[in-house]
């Protein structure tokens, strides 16, 4: 069965810091790592998408993936008010049946 | 281009009632899922489908039925509601394949089963 897994937190950073989420799964047949930020009481919204080992920047944030370890974590850099929120990890192998997604980690950012 | 929506945006059921959540795209996508999300949890996926006339089971399709007769709409059909069932339901329709995938989601129906 296929798993993510994600501290729930709630984790807590001061406004201006760099907040690191972090996410393992456990099917080595994922092909594509997503990150996901879900306000309270909304649907989640893509933020970032990785495929390959290494970086990938988008502004404030970067993914990381690291598959030999089976690992995708995510960086926002400048925390703002604005970024807390609940951050969904979800993993795909490509196949017809979507997503996996991990609990999700409540990030707070302090002013 | 209003992308997903989802109808109604909250219910109130009684146990052993019946509903529909309607789900409809606008973006011409052949994959569409719907999701469940218990406090505190993840999505978990219901159902799936990938074309019109073509559905499948997810991981907890218990308690549930979908159709799926055109692209635009994947309707979710619970039947004989239970407690267990109050949940917040999404659907989402996907973009591309493999690497090039991407979901998209609806704004998400609320049901509490009382």
């Known amino acids: 069965q296929k798993e993510v897994e994600q501290n729930s937190g709630p984790l807590s950073v001061p406004e201006g810091a760099i907040a690191s989420l972090n996410c393992t799964y456990s099917d080595r047949g994922s092909q594509s790592f997503f990150w996901y930020r879900q306000y309270s009481g909304k649907s989640p919204e893509l933020i970032m998408f990785i495929y390959s080992n290494g970086d990938k920047e988008d502004g404030r944030f970067t993914a990381q993936l690291n598959k030999a370890s089976q690992y995708v974590s995510l960086l926002i850099r400048d925390s703002q008010p604005s970024d807390s929120a609940t951050y969904l990890c979800a993993v795909s192998d490509g196949g017809a049946d979507g997503l996996t997604f991990g609990k999700g980690t409540h990030l707070i950012i302090q002013p | 281009n209003a992308g997903v929506t989802q109808t109604p945006k909250f219910r109130i059921l009684k146990i052993g009632q019946s509903m529909t959540l309607q789900c409809t795209q606008d973006m011409n996508h052949n994959y569409m899922y719907w999701y469940r999300q218990d406090p505190g949890m993840g999505l978990k996926l219901i159902y799936y489908?990938?074309?019109?006339?073509?559905?499948d089971k997810g991981e907890v399709p218990n308690g549930y039925n979908v159709s799926r007769s055109t692209t635009e709409d994947f309707p979710l059909r619970l039947e004989l509601a239970a407690p267990s069932q109050t949940s917040v339901y999404f659907c989402a329709s996907r973009r591309g394949v493999g690497r090039q995938e991407t979901q998209y989601f609806g704004p998400g129906t609320r049901l509490l089963v009382l």
């Open positions: 489908s990938v074309g019109a006339g073509i559905t």
